[in-house]
């Protein structure tokens, strides 16, 4: 095109200077011999914002140096970076507090979803809850969570619609990637979880897989009476006490009522009924409940590592540990990022004596969830059996902090308060250690889960008199897991008194 220009020009001017005719000639043999190069070198190079570049391989990416300004926005690399996420609890905004257990459950499905796709790294339920209620700053959180994007929203419900907005948030930045508000009836809930999960995959330029399409498709039920069901059920099990874990059961069975193909709900009622076993009821129509439910979970959904991980602790119970094993593993091939599947495991082996194994699985259940209290604080116990005495103490100022940061929003948690107690113990803080085994004996003074714990923290500390006490309680209350009782090194200060041999007879 500029050689066209300079032969017009050369046309129109060179005849009105008096040159000869064959001056215009030469011109026009001048730009028809500079074609040639100027393909060449345009084949070859490349005008940018970044200026004259060498154009790569077609089938090779430009290197790092070479890239132009705008396309850093979309470099592998920074997209990498920003395929990490948090999704914070939604706010609920129905003007009713028994919604609460709706807005999380909305959140932790969305959470449920993303954790399905091995591109995105998600934080856990449990890290990203902890900011429940609390005004954040986006760069402060998602520094602390080691995210680069947040998923914040709410959720109003009335009657049979409801209200959920959602928005993807660029902690760099602090702006919206993506947002969204849905207005629908009840029922389309689950396609308004998709819908959020797909547009944020689409945000954070996540290439899919056919399989990982159809993992985001995934729906439990299609049920949305059993889905809330489902939810509130769930919210009674994460209070860990025997009196919410029988109120769990019940929802449970409410959702299952209304959607017999429900495999999560019957993975819940094993769950409940295993960990009543464990702290609460060691009966064994317990056992023999939790092995039902979570045989028909995984009857009704093979691919459920949920299912799978509730089979394993159902058989782990009754020790029929070689299979409970395979149904671990299993549900770790399925999910690796699913918490319960790793701690449910490490429980499993710390149960059987074999320390080694259960060390190595807790710290396994804490890198998928950094800021969980529970596993560090077993993890140190599985340690300490090995004389791994530093790593020991290490384990227990993780537990600790993270109990810490778990009561400035929940300041009544008995499990955080007697957990984080034995980890104070370890770490040298023996007052406070009792401060908090107390406030947690205040809470529910009959709880046998809370009875033992606190129990534990005495033995500990040395007051055996007070330890065999509250070890009598929690027996007398139902306690009767006698498995983890012989292999508990807590309880190791007691174990020479006559009046501990009585107690563990008592559990034949």
């Not at 993303?114 to 402060?140: C, H, M, W």
């Not at 109003?156 to 849905?182: C, F, K, N, P």
């Not at 409940?289 to 459920?304: M, T």
């Not at 969980?372 to 530093?390: T, V």
Request: charged share 25%; with cysteine; aromatic share 10%.
């Amino acid at each position: 095109m500029a050689g066209w220009v300079v032969i017009e020009v050369a046309s129109t001017v060179l005849p009105n200077l008096n040159l000869p005719d064959w001056s215009v000639t030469l011109v026009t043999a001048l730009v028809a011999l500079g074609f040639v190069p100027a393909v060449v070198l345009a084949w070859a190079f490349d005008i940018g914002p970044g200026g004259i570049q060498r154009t790569g391989p077609q089938n090779e990416a430009p290197e790092e140096s070479e890239k132009p300004a705008k396309a850093e926005a979309v470099a592998p690399a920074d997209t990498d970076r920003r395929r990490s996420i948090a999704v914070l609890p939604f706010v609920n905004m129905s003007g009713d507090e028994e919604n609460e257990y709706f807005s999380d459950g909305v959140a932790e499905e969305i959470l449920n979803l993303l954790t399905r796709l091995p591109q995105l790294r998600v934080s856990s339920r449990s890290s990203s809850f902890a900011y429940k209620g609390e005004q954040i700053n986006v760069r402060d959180v998602s520094e602390e969570l080691g995210v680069s994007t947040l998923l914040e929203g709410s959720v109003r419900r009335a009657g049979d619609r409801v209200r959920i907005t959602a928005q993807l948030i660029d902690s760099a930045t602090d702006s919206h990637l993506w947002s969204e508000t849905y207005d629908r009836e009840m029922k389309d809930v689950f396609a308004i979880q998709d819908d959020i999960a797909q547009s944020i995959v689409n945000a954070l330029k996540v290439t899919l897989t056919p399989r990982d399409r159809r993992a985001l498709q995934y729906v439990a039920t299609s049920d949305a009476k059993a889905y809330d069901c489902y939810l509130r059920g769930r919210r009674f099990f994460y209070a860990m006490t025997k009196r919410a874990f029988h109120h769990a059961v019940k929802m449970y069975r409410q959702a299952i009522a209304e959607d017999p193909s429900y495999a999560l709900a019957y993975a819940g009622i094993a769950d409940a009924h295993s960990f009543l076993y464990m702290y609460g009821d060691s009966t064994p129509a317990n056992a023999g409940k939790a092995q039902e439910a979570s045989n028909r979970a995984v009857e009704l959904d093979p691919d459920s590592a949920e299912a799978h991980a509730s089979r394993g602790i159902a058989l782990s119970i009754s020790k029929r540990y070689d299979e409970a094993k395979e149904e671990f593993e299993k549900a770790i091939a399925l999910n690796s990022k699913l918490f319960e599947a790793h701690y449910f495991y490490a429980r499993d082996c710390f149960a059987q004596g074999k320390f080694e194994e259960a060390a190595a699985l807790f710290a396994d259940a804490s890198a998928v969830n950094p800021n969980d209290y529970q596993a560090p604080s077993f993890q140190s116990m599985a340690l300490k059996e090995l004389d791994r005495i530093e790593e020991s103490v290490e384990a227990s100022h993780h537990a600790y902090r993270a109990a810490s940061k778990h009561l400035e929003m929940h300041p009544d948690d008995a499990r955080a308060l007697y957990l984080g107690a034995s980890a104070l113990v370890e770490i040298g803080e023996m007052e406070k250690a009792k401060t908090w085994a107390d406030r947690a004996l205040d809470t529910d003074r009959h709880e046998p889960a809370v009875l033992y714990n606190v129990a534990c923290v005495y033995s500990l500390i040395g007051d055996k008199d007070r330890g065999i006490e509250l070890l009598n309680e929690a027996i007398e209350n139902g306690f009767g897991y006698r498995a983890w009782l012989e292999n508990d090194n807590m309880l190791e200060n007691l174990r020479d008194d006559p009046r501990f041999s009585d107690l563990l007879s008592r559990l034949d």
